[in-house]
């Protein structure tokens, strides 16, 4: 997962392969709340691994399940007949479907508890659903805000008697999660008499209502319901464990890929996306995701636990749609706008308001930093895309049909849309926000996004942007390259590594190459001589090295302290010496220019090898003070060494690196020398990183 305090998308090119999506994470946490309110053991298979279930899971320990957490698969055994374990106090980070359901269940279960959350999650109304628990004579306090977290559960002396006779009433046009909650917590309550609750208002993202409905059945629990206005459970309901239970992939994360296979051509020989884990009979309301990608051009086929998405009509074709059955799913649908054909409305996504942000405020802020002219209502909003050049006028408009939700003003964005423009978006700590924005960086400009904070995506899908990796291209000119040569010892690997992990970037350490090279022909059982060049040469060019963690990787098998030998090192020279292994190396070593980045580090990075990178820096210091830093490392390892020698070498290996006939040690003609020699590693780290800022389009965020 990025851990990086921004992640910078190149412009991208073709995309085509297979992702496999995580669980998805309205299921995950319904499946482990209802698994812990059950009797018996619940297997729970493909479970999503995120901050969101990750709070959950941590709030059932604390109120006395058994969590056997197996990744993927977790075995939980419930509660059964028993009381949970209180006092206790919960967090539960910025996870709605956390939070909601688990307030009601503890509020029915008995006991004395507090749950919190991040500063967001103390923004997020959950009034309704306390005033729907306080009919019934729960004991419910703010500790903050009235109608807001965190709350206190005060049933010390066990559940108080329940107002059960009269149907229990709760809005249902701010969150269809309040109602959820209560479906998933009054069988609690249910003993010789059904309950009812009746909805109060439109009954918002009815989908995600079909879920809870279809995984209570699967836990015993039989509810119906009357034109989704009344719901009743059944007397005498009781949590019953199914045993095993699989989790389906997030409908709402495929959007995404349903998204990126509409505006992209495919890869030569590939045919579109296809998508893993879920499939056009989903249980989820976000499927329906594919009826609005379809609308706007989309192919997409599919079948049980599969879909197959291609490019079909470009520009995509702008729609005007009712979204209240898909509200995640749609913010997709903001971003797709960007690449169609006349103005887009979203209507009746007033629920967009009270999420984990102000997702109307948020997209609409971060659309127009693209180009795009927006306008935003209550619970709507309305996408011009930008022109796709310069002084060009703006796309013409397409005729669509509403569908409903509130009316936004029939005369459309004031002004003519602008061209788009390189954009550094800000993502509020909302996972859909960086996930759809990424779709910016196929813009037809050609210029490269910026995601704030990507490591925000950890809430329902860590490992977005690796999957987003694994199936997009870019043209090898697009893809950042930053080179940093320098003499031995001057620091530059220790440099270049830590502007590789602070930049989210790959990092190549060409001086490693070589030795892997003699270390993988030796173990092959080739001599290091003329006579096996071309086969160490057919080796070096698919040697499967990795540089992960300071660790130097050889496929499985970590080679770090094997190549820093000192016969490692005369194997080296020798393989150096060999010109059809240096020619394989150097295709080797092009293959490292990945997405999102590199960062390399040698002696001829920027000379020969990466010769048209953006950035290249000169790394140098005295030969006093590498001598100095060298007999460090080497006293800290035990080894005696003296000053005067090890500098004396150095002086030596710098005249000869500097007048080798091939690749000699000289800074590029257009890199930035920079002298660490009186640096600590941040200072120089922070320097090299500054001047690859400056090389950036990206304004100062601005429009927050």
Same mark, same amino acid.
Request: one cysteine or more; hydrophobic letters at 45%; glycine letters at 8%.
């Given at each position: ?214 995984? &209570? ?335 130097? &990787? ?151």
């Amino acid at each position: 997962m990025f851990s990086t305090a921004f992640l910078d998308l190149p412009p991208l090119d073709t995309a085509g392969g297979c992702v496999h999506l995580p669980g998805s994470k309205s299921i995950s946490n319904r499946v482990l709340l209802l698994a812990a309110l059950s009797r018996g053991t619940t297997t729970v298979h493909d479970l999503l691994a995120s901050d969101d279930t990750r709070v959950m899971l941590d709030a059932l320990r604390q109120i006395g399940c058994t969590v056997e957490d197996a990744g993927s698969t977790v075995r939980i055994t419930g509660l059964g007949d028993r009381s949970p374990q209180s006092p206790a106090q919960l967090f539960m980070g910025n996870a709605g479907t956390a939070m909601r359901p688990l307030t009601a269940a503890l509020a029915l279960l008995g006991g004395e508890f507090e749950l919190s959350g991040v500063p967001r999650m103390h923004e997020r109304p959950i009034g309704d659903l306390v005033d729907a628990l306080r009919q019934l004579g729960c004991h419910i306090d703010y500790l903050g805000n009235d109608g807001y977290p965190p709350l206190r559960i005060a049933h010390a002396d066990g559940v108080p008697a329940l107002a059960l006779a009269s149907p229990i009433r709760v809005r249902g046009d701010v969150s269809s999660q309040f109602l959820t909650a209560l479906l998933m917590a009054l069988p609690l309550a249910a003993g010789t008499h059904s309950i009812a609750i009746d909805v109060v208002g439109e009954l918002i993202s009815k989908p995600y209502i079909a879920i809870t409905l279809q995984l &209570l059945a699967r836990f015993g629990i039989v509810v119906e319901h009357q034109n989704w206005q009344r719901f009743t459970i059944a007397a005498g309901s009781r949590y019953q464990s199914p045993d095993d239970i699989h989790v389906e992939a997030d409908a709402s994360s495929a959007s995404y890929f349903i998204a990126l296979g509409a505006i992209v051509s495919s890869t030569e020989g590939q045919n579109g996306i296809k998508i893993q884990g879920v499939g056009l009979d989903s249980i989820q309301g976000d499927i329906r995701f594919v009826d609005a990608a379809r609308a706007m051009g989309a192919v997409v086929t599919g079948g049980p636990n599969w879909l197959q998405i291609e490019r079909g009509a470009w520009p995509l074709k702008a729609i005007d749609l009712d979204c209240n059955h898909i509200p995640d799913a749609a913010m997709t649908l903001a971003v797709m706008a960007l690449y169609a054909e006349g103005t887009t409305t979203l209507r009746n996504i007033a629920s967009w308001r009270v999420k984990e942000t102000d997702r109307i405020a948020a997209m609409a802020t971060e659309l127009r930093k693209l180009g795009a002219t927006v306008e935003e209502g209550a619970d709507f909003i309305r996408v011009t895309p930008p022109t796709t050049g310069t002084g060009t006028a703006g796309p013409p408009r397409c005729a669509s049909a509403s569908s409903g939700g509130s009316e936004p003003s029939s005369a459309g964005s004031a002004g003519a849309p602008s061209g788009w423009k390189a954009a550094s978006i800000h993502t509020y700590d909302d996972h859909r926000v960086a996930m759809c924005f990424s779709l910016a960086a196929f813009n037809p400009a050609d210029l490269p996004v910026r995601i704030e904070d990507p490591k925000c995506v950890a809430k329902t899908f860590p490992d977005y942007f690796e999957a987003l990796f694994s199936v997009v291209h870019a043209l090898p000119r697009h893809v950042p390259v930053i080179t940093i040569d320098g003499p031995t010892a001057s620091g530059k690997g220790t440099v270049a590594e830590a502007v590789a992990k602070r930049l989210g970037y790959e990092f190549l350490d060409s001086g490693a190459m070589y030795r892997i090279t003699a270390l993988a022909a030796l173990r092959a059982g080739l001599g290091i001589d003329a006579a096996h060049e071309a086969p160490i040469a057919t080796l070096a060019r698919s040697l499967p090295v990795r540089f992960e963690a300071g660790r130097i &990787l050889l496929g499985a098998d970590d080679v770090t302290d094997a190549i820093r030998t000192e016969e490692a090192g005369m194997n080296a020279s020798r393989v150096s010496a060999l010109p059809a292994v240096r020619a394989a190396l150097v295709d080797l070593q092009h293959g490292f220019q990945r997405l999102p980045g590199l960062v390399a580090d040698g002696r001829d990075m920027g000379t020969v090898i990466f010769p048209d990178a953006p950035l290249k820096v000169f790394l140098t210091a005295s030969a006093s003070c590498r001598a100095e830093r060298r007999h460090k490392q080497l006293i800290s390892k035990g080894f005696s060494a003296s000053i005067d020698d090890l500098r004396a070498d150095l002086e030596a290996r710098d005249a000869r690196d500097s007048s080798r006939s091939v690749a000699p040690l000289k800074p590029a003609q257009d890199a930035l020398v920079l002298d660490n020699s009186t640096l600590t590693i941040d200072e120089a780290v922070n320097q090299v990183l500054s001047w690859w800022q400056e090389r950036q389009p990206f304004a100062v965020t601005a429009q927050r």
